[in-house]
Structures are given as structure tokens and as C-alpha cells.
């Protein structure tokens, strides 16, 4: 399904500034809709004559029953067979119709359906309340609230008091107020719904209603007496998010602490009209329970870094006394070993320092790929023997347990490859690539290349044998070694193929 942004280019011809600003309205229609009762849906017009509308948005309230069982975003409808939106865009005022099935149109003497028109599928009849969407002087879309025609029941004080608010909401997005132009700090909070608490503020931040949820969330601040008729600040709440609020004329946030282990998320919209703030709405969660589990996932990944950051300085430290051992050792090969040895361990090192630096199991390969070259290049580049390690392509961000034994592999590889390069000098070529499907590691040298009739499984030494264990057993992939290519048989180029996980990676 496209975006809102994709389905108005495509379809319509809305300029960039009224895309944005649909989209605001999009990103915030989540209260009104719940206030309202109802469905609410985008109408935009494929072009200036208005003689078609697709519908760019729908949003379902989580207060009562929808009247849309299927997506409606961008079906299309004339304005023949909805003169309420064309009529909307036209005069830019509200109105109110009435949709109704077959079997209602053909029934007469009904003067409450204003309009002779049906949609394909309905059962019964609809109430169309068309909201004009404003944008300095001029209407650029219609908004609809859709519902069932209500029935003759009672209705609570918080039902009749959010209808109102509806209807301000109803009243800003038609004078071009909503949806707001800000909104303190979007997307780092859990956004409390109006199911979760509502409070209403007159111009002088006064109390005129409090829901029960939103008592409640009050309560467990500790304020118990009576809210009504007195400002949050009187109460003994910091009501510095309603200040902010009414002054800016932007939607605000805070979150509000009672001792070790309650939090309670407080956003303050406020509500204007003729250019005049005249009160504000707050929503209220207690999302104690949340910022509890919050703080014990900190606590739970501070310790995985703290556990690789040990690991990390024991696996320096057996490294350290591996190259001090090197240096006691009179045998060139034995030392070599014990160098190589070295090298192994540092390369798992450095993807646990990474790890301990992040927060998620996650590891920028490319940054460790630098790494590990810099330390084979400082290890074996010497002046009668210069040493240059091209690196092209990237990895990416992988899992810390794919990592691992990829690095360790890199290392075995070029530490290989500069072993048969020519004696002279070592050039050493590593390429990586990544698609969705799987990783590709090549390295090639410029040596002696590939001896005849050579197989892993029965020449490979002890680097080969690491890499296949890690690469084949390990991460599922393959390894292959041969010539730099047919015509040019000079260098050995080793690639190295593991397929990317697509699965979720196990926790802890």
C-alpha cells in the first residue's frame, strides 16, 4: 500500500506544502477520531474540477464501532455520487448528509436523506458529517466522519463532553488551526490515548472535566482532593507542559514522576478558535509499568556490555602474553605461530569491543574489516617487504554472532594471503558485497597462485581449516580457492559465501 505522500502525487494534483500538511494531519487525527466516535476519512480531489475524490487517509476510533469492515484508502468516488464532498470543497463550510443502501433510497417521504445516493454494499444508512480541510485561504481536502445514525440511548457525561471536543477539533480544522504546526518531542513518548485519561482546561488552565482514567493516573500522583474548578498547579502537579502549551500554540509533553516507581505521561494539545487559544486538552498514561520494564532492559544491556567489555580486555590480555611469549622464542616458525595465534585473538576482540559499545546485538562490520586489516598490515609490513591491502564493497550492520566468526575468517585470509604473496611485496585485495540473499567475502593475492590438483579437504593448513569450520559449520555457507582467473592464472583468489538470516535473531 502506498503512503499518503506516494498515493497524493500519483493521483492528485496537491502541491509538496499541502502534501505536508495532510500528512500532520494524519500523523495527529488519532484523538479527534477517538472523540468523535466514528470513522474518519481523507478525501483529496484527483484534479482542480473536482469532479473525482480519492481517499488519502482512514483512521478508526478506538471508542466505538466502525462502519468500515475493508481499507478504503484510494478508492475513488465521483461527486455525482457524493455532492457533499464536492459541495464541501466548493463553499469551504461544514454539512451533514445521509448515505443510505438501495432498498432506503427507494422509500419516500424520508426528508432526513438529503441525498438520493447509496454505496455499493451498505447495509442501512450513514451519517457524513464533511469537515473542510483548511490551509491558510483555502480548502485543499474534505474530512469525513462517518457513522452509523445514532440511536435513542443514554449517554455518559464523558460521552457527551468528548463529542464536544470533537466538534472544537472539527471547528480548528476548518478555520486551518489543526492539525497543530509542532509537536514536542513526537515519538519518545508512549503516546497516551483518550481512553487512558482525559482532562479539559479553560483559558485560565481551570478544570472543567476530568475522566474517571484520568482521576485515576491523578490519584497515583497523589493528588486526592477535587480537581474541578482549579488548575494542575493548585493540585500540586507541574502543569509547565499546559503553560508551554497555551503559549506556543503547540502540542506539548512531559512525563511526571511520584517517588521510585510511578510515571505518568501527560501530552497538553491546545485548543483554539478565531485565532485565540480558549482552553487546553490533556491526555494522561500511567505507564509506570512500562518505564519499569524500560529500566530492567537498560539494566539487562548495560550488563551484556559490561560482559563484553571483560571479555574483551581478558582476550587482549591473553593476547599481550602470547606476543611476549613470541618475543622469548628462539624457533621462527614457533614464533610465527604464536603471532598468528595473537592475531586471532584480537580480531575476536574487536568485535566484542564493538559489541560493548552498543547497545543491541549488532555490529558495524565495516568499522571491523579496517580494524583487522590495519592489524595484519602492522604486523607483517616491514621495509624489505612493503604490504598494501585494498579493501572495496561493505557488509554492513551484522549480528554480533555472524561478525565473530567472519572476522576471524577475514583474518585467517589475508594473514593466508600475504604468506603466498610474492616475495617482493604483498598485495592483497579484499572485496565484500551483501544483497538480501547472502554475503560474499573475496580475497586475492598477486602470488605464485594455486599449486595443481590442491584440495581443501586435503592440503588446507591450519588457517584454511579455521576459516572452513567457521564459514561451512558455523554460518552455513562455502568457501572455494583457485587461480585469479583462467587466463591469468597468477594469485589465488579465495570467495567466501554465507547466507543472510532472515529469521528474527534469538534474544538474550
Same mark, same amino acid.
Given at each position: 500500500?502506498?503512503?499518503?505522500?506516494?498515493?497524493?502525487?500519483?493521483?492528485?494534483?496537491?502541491?509538496?506544502?499541502?502534501?505536508?500538511?495532510?500528512?500532520?494531519?494524519?500523523?495527529?487525527?488519532?484523538?479527534?477520531?477517538?472523540?468523535?466516535?466514528? @470513522?474518519?476519512?481523507?478525501?483529496?480531489?484527483?484534479?482542480?474540477?473536482?469532479?473525482?475524490?480519492?481517499?488519502?487517509?482512514?483512521?478508526?476510533?478506538?471508542?466505538?464501532?466502525?462502519?468500515?469492515?475493508?481499507?478504503?484508502?484510494?478508492?475513488?468516488?465521483?461527486?455525482?455520487?457524493?455532492?457533499?464532498?464536492?459541495?464541501?470543497?466548493?463553499?469551504?463550510?461544514?454539512?451533514?448528509?445521509?448515505? %443510505?443502501?438501495?432498498?432506503?433510497?427507494?422509500?419516500?417521504?424520508?426528508?432526513?436523506?438529503?441525498?438520493?445516493?447509496?454505496?455499493?454494499?451498505?447495509?442501512?444508512?450513514?451519517?457524513? =458529517?464533511?469537515?473542510?480541510?483548511?490551509?491558510? =485561504?483555502?480548502?485543499?481536502?474534505?474530512?469525513?466522519?462517518?457513522?452509523? #445514525?445514532?440511536?435513542?440511548?443514554?449517554?455518559?457525561?464523558?460521552?457527551?463532553?468528548?463529542?464536544?471536543?470533537?466538534?472544537?477539533?472539527?471547528?480548528?480544522?476548518?478555520?486551518?488551526?489543526?492539525?497543530?504546526?509542532?509537536?514536542?518531542?513526537?515519538?519518545?513518548?508512549?503516546?497516551?490515548?483518550?481512553?487512558?485519561?482525559?482532562?479539559?482546561?479553560?483559558?485560565?488552565?481551570?478544570?472543567?472535566? %476530568?475522566?474517571? +482514567?484520568?482521576?485515576?493516573?491523578?490519584?497515583?500522583?497523589?493528588?486526592?482532593?477535587?480537581?474541578?474548578?482549579?488548575?494542575?498547579? =493548585?493540585?500540586?502537579? @507541574?502543569?509547565?507542559?499546559?503553560?508551554?502549551?497555551?503559549?506556543?500554540?503547540?502540542?506539548?509533553?512531559?512525563?511526571?514522576?511520584?517517588?521510585?516507581?510511578?510515571?505518568?505521561?501527560?501530552?497538553?494539545?491546545?485548543?483554539?478558535?478565531?485565532?485565540?487559544?480558549?482552553?487546553?486538552?490533556?491526555?494522561?498514561?500511567?505507564?509506570?509499568?512500562?518505564?519499569?520494564?524500560?529500566?530492567?532492559?537498560?539494566?539487562?544491556?548495560?550488563?551484556?556490555?559490561?560482559?563484553?567489555?571483560?571479555?574483551? +580486555? +581478558?582476550?587482549?590480555?591473553?593476547?599481550?602474553?602470547?606476543?611476549?611469549?613470541?618475543?622469548?622464542?628462539?624457533?621462527?616458525?614457533?614464533?610465527?605461530?604464536?603471532?598468528?595465534?595473537?592475531?586471532?585473538?584480537?580480531?575476536?576482540?574487536?568485535?566484542?569491543?564493538?559489541?560493548?559499545?552498543?547497545?543491541?546485538?549488532?555490529?558495524?562490520? =565495516?568499522?571491523?574489516?579496517?580494524?583487522?586489516?590495519?592489524?595484519?598490515?602492522?604486523?607483517?609490513?616491514?621495509?624489505?617487504?612493503?604490504?598494501?591491502?585494498?579493501?572495496?564493497?561493505?557488509?554492513?550492520?551484522?549480528?554480533?554472532?555472524?561478525?565473530?566468526?567472519?572476522?576471524?575468517?577475514?583474518?585467517?585470509?589475508?594473514?593466508?594471503?600475504?604468506?603466498?604473496?610474492?616475495?617482493?611485496?604483498?598485495?592483497?585485495?579484499?572485496?565484500?558485497?551483501?544483497?538480501?540473499?547472502?554475503?560474499?567475502?573475496?580475497?586475492?593475492?598477486?602470488?605464485?597462485?594455486?599449486?595443481?590438483?590442491?584440495?581443501? @579437504?586435503?592440503?588446507?593448513?591450519?588457517?584454511?581449516?579455521?576459516?572452513?569450520?567457521?564459514?561451512?559449520?558455523?554460518?552455513?555457507?562455502?568457501?572455494?580457492?583457485?587461480?585469479?582467473?583462467?587466463?591469468? #592464472?597468477?594469485?589465488?583468489?579465495?570467495?567466501?559465501?554465507?547466507?543472510?538470516?532472515?529469521?528474527?535473531?534469538?534474544?538474550?
Amino acid at each position: 500500500m502506498a503512503s499518503l505522500s506516494e498515493l497524493a502525487r500519483a493521483r492528485t494534483g496537491l502541491d509538496e506544502a499541502v502534501i505536508a500538511h495532510l500528512q500532520r494531519l494524519v500523523a495527529t487525527w488519532a484523538l479527534p477520531c477517538d472523540l468523535s466516535f466514528a @470513522d474518519l476519512l481523507l478525501y483529496a480531489p484527483l484534479d482542480a474540477s473536482a469532479s473525482e475524490f480519492v481517499v488519502l487517509g482512514h483512521v478508526r476510533s478506538a471508542t466505538g464501532a466502525t462502519v468500515h469492515q475493508g481499507d478504503p484508502v484510494s478508492e475513488c468516488v465521483s461527486a455525482v455520487a457524493r455532492p457533499g464532498l464536492a459541495r464541501c470543497l466548493r463553499e469551504g463550510r461544514r454539512s451533514e448528509s445521509i448515505l %443510505a443502501a438501495p432498498d432506503e433510497v427507494s422509500s419516500a417521504g424520508d426528508d432526513t436523506v438529503e441525498e438520493d445516493v447509496f454505496l455499493p454494499g451498505l447495509i442501512g444508512r450513514l451519517v457524513i =458529517d464533511h469537515v473542510p480541510v483548511r490551509m491558510g =485561504d483555502r480548502v485543499v481536502a474534505v474530512l469525513t466522519r462517518e457513522s452509523e #445514525p445514532g440511536l435513542i440511548r443514554y449517554r455518559s457525561a464523558s460521552e457527551t463532553v468528548y463529542r464536544r471536543l470533537w466538534e472544537r477539533y472539527a471547528t480548528m480544522i476548518t478555520q486551518g488551526t489543526f492539525p497543530l504546526a509542532t509537536q514536542e518531542r513526537e515519538g519518545e513518548f508512549r503516546e497516551p490515548r483518550v481512553g487512558d485519561g482525559v482532562i479539559v482546561l479553560d483559558r485560565e488552565r481551570h478544570v472543567e472535566f %476530568a475522566s474517571p +482514567n484520568a482521576l485515576s493516573a491523578l490519584h497515583r500522583l497523589g493528588v486526592r482532593a477535587n480537581v474541578e474548578g482549579r488548575t494542575l498547579g =493548585d493540585a500540586g502537579i @507541574d502543569d509547565g507542559v499546559v503553560r508551554r502549551a497555551l503559549a506556543k500554540r503547540n502540542s506539548t509533553v512531559a512525563e511526571l514522576e511520584h517517588g521510585d516507581d510511578l510515571t505518568v505521561v501527560v501530552r497538553c494539545h491546545p485548543l483554539v478558535e478565531d485565532g485565540r487559544a480558549t482552553g487546553a486538552l490533556v491526555v494522561l498514561r500511567d505507564v509506570s509499568e512500562i518505564r519499569s520494564r524500560d529500566r530492567l532492559l537498560m539494566s539487562k544491556d548495560t550488563t551484556i556490555r559490561e560482559i563484553h567489555h571483560r571479555v574483551k +580486555n +581478558n582476550l587482549q590480555t591473553i593476547q599481550a602474553l602470547l606476543r611476549l611469549q613470541s618475543r622469548r622464542l628462539e624457533s621462527v616458525e614457533a614464533r610465527s605461530a604464536v603471532e598468528q595465534s595473537a592475531r586471532r585473538i584480537e580480531s575476536i576482540a574487536i568485535v566484542h569491543e564493538t559489541l560493548s559499545t552498543n547497545a543491541t546485538d549488532v555490529v558495524d562490520f =565495516d568499522d571491523v574489516v579496517t580494524r583487522v586489516v590495519r592489524m595484519v598490515e602492522e604486523g607483517f609490513d616491514s621495509p624489505d617487504r612493503p604490504l598494501r591491502v585494498e579493501v572495496d564493497g561493505s557488509l554492513g550492520q551484522l549480528a554480533g554472532d555472524v561478525a565473530m566468526p567472519l572476522a576471524v575468517a577475514l583474518t585467517e585470509l589475508v594473514q593466508n594471503a600475504v604468506d603466498h604473496a610474492a616475495p617482493r611485496g604483498a598485495e592483497v585485495a579484499v572485496a565484500l558485497r551483501s544483497s538480501r540473499k547472502e554475503l560474499f567475502m573475496r580475497v586475492e593475492n598477486g602470488g605464485a597462485g594455486v599449486p595443481d590438483g590442491f584440495s581443501l @579437504d586435503r592440503d588446507a593448513g591450519l588457517g584454511l581449516t579455521i576459516v572452513r569450520t567457521f564459514v561451512v559449520h558455523d554460518l552455513g555457507g562455502t568457501i572455494s580457492i583457485g587461480p585469479a582467473n583462467d587466463t591469468q #592464472p597468477r594469485g589465488a583468489v579465495v570467495d567466501v559465501r554465507v547466507p543472510r538470516r532472515s529469521g528474527p535473531l534469538p534474544l538474550g
